[in-house]
């Protein structure tokens, strides 16, 4: 299995990517909106709850690998996305990552410094993007401005159905730090997974990304796996 690191991007929704354990309850439906399903998870012992979406976009897999891989676009898509750049690039895929995210007022947007590791294997024509929030002298909290959040980690998992059709699962799991009620924080993640995975399946309709893909590693790789002689 080939590994790499992946841009990810931030997001407002409080969501998780830990394991079910005896001590955790089920995912239960929360809604289904445009192809696009919402789950919610209760934590024991926590307020925040988890949220994950899941939606099949009509597009190759490889066309989601590059619209993740284009960390300065992701304000055109992720909800309430107000930046986003590189810190550090060690090549096309392995990066540290920088995001401010948009909350309602009166609470302060945030911020956070992420790096992300993707496990990929094509011949089961699938990768998972693994993101942490990690501190980095780099980059200094901006006191007066934005709250930097305390944690975030979190993963995209996609899956190619077929050689038109993907399926993304999106989850993530944050401390937003500061006094934010858990029911506005609660009461805000249906929105937010939705118009995030809705900005997705509209930015896999953009040319650039298609062409990119056509000309990619990813394809040629895929191409194997999909016309095996």
């Given at each position: 299995m080939k590994q790499f690191h992946l841009g990810f991007a931030l997001?407002?929704?409080?969501?998780?990517?830990?394991?079910?354990?005896?001590?955790?309850?089920?995912?239960t439906f929360s809604k289904d909106r445009d192809g696009i399903?919402?789950?919610?998870?209760?934590?024991?012992?926590?307020?925040?709850?988890?949220?994950?979406?899941?939606?099949?976009?009509?597009?190759?897999?490889?066309?989601?690998?590059m619209i993740l891989r284009d960390i300065p676009a992701y304000t055109q898509w992720m909800s309430g996305c107000?930046?986003?750049?590189?810190?550090?690039?060690?090549?096309?895929?392995?990066?540290?990552?920088?995001?401010?995210?948009?909350t309602t007022w009166p609470v302060a947007n945030r911020d956070i410094v992420l790096t992300?590791?993707?496990?990929?294997?094509?011949e089961k024509g699938q990768f998972t993007v693994n993101f942490q929030s990690i501190q980095d002298s780099r980059v200094p909290?901006?006191?007066?401005?934005?709250?930097?959040?305390?944690?975030?980690?979190?993963?995209w998992i996609v899956e190619s159905l077929d050689s038109a059709?993907?399926?993304?699962?999106?989850?993530?799991?944050?401390?937003?730090?500061?006094?934010?009620p858990a029911f506005l924080v609660n009461a805000n993640n249906n929105n937010f997974q939705y118009h995030t995975l809705l900005g997705l399946t509209r930015m896999a309709t953009l040319p650039k990304y298609i062409e990119a893909a056509n000309r990619s590693e990813d394809k040629k790789i895929l191409d194997k796996y999909r016309n095996p002689k």
């Open positions: 997001f407002v929704g409080f969501v998780t990517t830990t394991a079910l354990s005896a001590t955790e309850f089920p995912w399903q919402i789950y919610t998870k209760a934590i024991e012992g926590a307020k925040l709850a988890e949220f994950k979406g899941v939606t099949v976009i009509n597009t190759p897999i490889e066309v989601i690998g107000l930046e986003s750049r590189i810190i550090e690039q060690f090549d096309d895929n392995n990066m540290i990552n920088y995001y401010v995210q948009k992300a590791t993707t496990q990929i294997n094509w909290p901006r006191n007066g401005q934005l709250v930097r959040m305390k944690e975030m980690k979190g993963s059709q993907t399926r993304v699962t999106f989850m993530l799991k944050l401390d937003p730090a500061g006094a934010i």
